[in-house]
């Protein structure tokens, strides 16, 4: 077994010091390579350490954050056809979910499986090892028995990972609108890479938000309580934690905008006054009302769902929808 692959008994925090300090230049190159842009930009994959990793989780969970409810509400009254699509005669299958979380949704598919008698083994995919000691932790007392095999890095390498670790027919969750997390040019090139790393007839169950209410969009990443703006602060943290940092969080401001006519949410933090912050031995010079953009949340029509899946070697097989029909957990099958 490669040792990126961990079983479900290890600690992934416990990281070779090469692989650290790795790690740890890559976030201080990835950092500056944003910060010299114009318009300044912070990769929102940073976004997750152990702090950013409770705080998404408050957000998940708060009222003005929609996307979590709605895709509960497929994964508790759609689980029948889900399921049916899943098993496929009763053939084994990997089951690797992209980004996993606390598995809030899918530990619900996981069960039914489980009840069905399915034979699948789970591998959870995430950049976070704070995310893949929780799904340590807490899911083999759920699910006694169930193979647990945690991938700790970049998704398509471990996909690759994955690939090596039984011949087994693959099928891919990507929930909570991950995807939505890029531009649309970048949607069509992750779904791309995807399907490279899968083989015909393998499937892929996609979370997609739908346009709606602007005002309802723009809340949900403007929550009353700022659990967001916290979230987003929270990276600046990092940067002064981990990479040596002196920025005052005091001197940025959180601010979301929508638009209806592209469905794109975008995240910033707006510098309040002129300011120079120091990272390591850089130091980067920050106007007043200058913006970093921090991230994108795209919004989709069914027809962009479906358009993603087949300009891209996939075959739309379901759209499973909430009862509002505000969120799609879209299935594609790979061709």
């Known amino acids: 077994m490669n040792n990126s692959i961990c079983s479900s008994q290890s600690n992934v925090k416990n990281l070779p010091k090469e692989t650290v300090a790795k790690n740890s230049q890559q976030f201080y190159e990835d950092v500056l390579e944003g910060l010299s842009q114009y318009p300044k930009k912070l990769p929102s994959k940073y976004f997750y350490n152990a702090a950013g990793d409770r705080l998404f989780q408050q957000i998940m969970h708060s009222a003005d954050y929609y996307l979590t409810r709605c895709e509960l509400d497929i994964f508790t009254t759609r689980l029948p056809e889900m399921t049916k699509l899943l098993i496929k005669e009763g053939t084994p299958f990997d089951l690797i979910e992209l980004g996993p979380g606390d598995c809030y949704k899918s530990i619900h598919l996981?069960?039914?499986?489980?009840?069905?008698?399915?034979?699948?083994?789970?591998?959870?995919?995430?950049?976070?090892?704070?995310?893949?000691?929780?799904?340590n932790t807490t899911l083999p007392a759920l699910l006694p028995g169930m193979p647990i095999i945690p991938l700790h890095g970049e998704y398509f390498r471990m996909l690759s990972k994955a690939n090596k670790h039984s011949a087994n027919r693959k099928v891919v969750l990507c929930l909570g609108s991950n995807i939505g997390n890029m531009s649309m040019m970048e949607s069509h090139a992750f779904c791309q890479d995807l399907r490279r790393h899968l083989d015909p007839g393998d499937l892929v169950i996609m979370g997609f938000d739908l346009v709606k209410n602007p005002n309802m969009i723009r809340m949900a990443y403007n929550d009353r309580d700022g659990i967001t703006s916290q979230f987003n602060l929270n990276l600046l943290k990092r940067i002064n934690h981990e990479l040596g940092g002196n920025f005052n969080l005091d001197d940025f401001e959180h601010y979301c905008s929508y638009?209806?006519?592209?469905?794109?949410?975008?995240?910033?933090?707006?510098?309040?006054?002129?300011?120079?912050?120091?990272?390591?031995?850089?130091?980067?010079?920050?106007?007043?009302?200058?913006?970093?953009?921090?991230?994108?949340?795209?919004?989709?029509?069914?027809e962009q769902v479906d358009d993603l899946a087949l300009k891209n070697g996939f075959k739309p097989v379901s759209n499973l929808m909430d009862s509002k029909q505000w969120f799609v957990d879209a299935c594609w099958v790979v061709l």
């Open 110 to 135: 996981m069960k039914a499986l489980t009840k069905q008698q399915a034979t699948f083994n789970y591998l959870p995919i995430d950049i976070s090892g704070a995310v893949l000691d929780l799904i």
């Open 259 to 302: 638009e209806p006519e592209t469905g794109a949410c975008k995240s910033f933090l707006v510098c309040l006054e002129d300011r120079t912050v120091r990272i390591r031995d850089t130091t980067i010079s920050f106007k007043k009302n200058e913006y970093i953009w921090m991230e994108i949340s795209q919004k989709f029509t069914q």
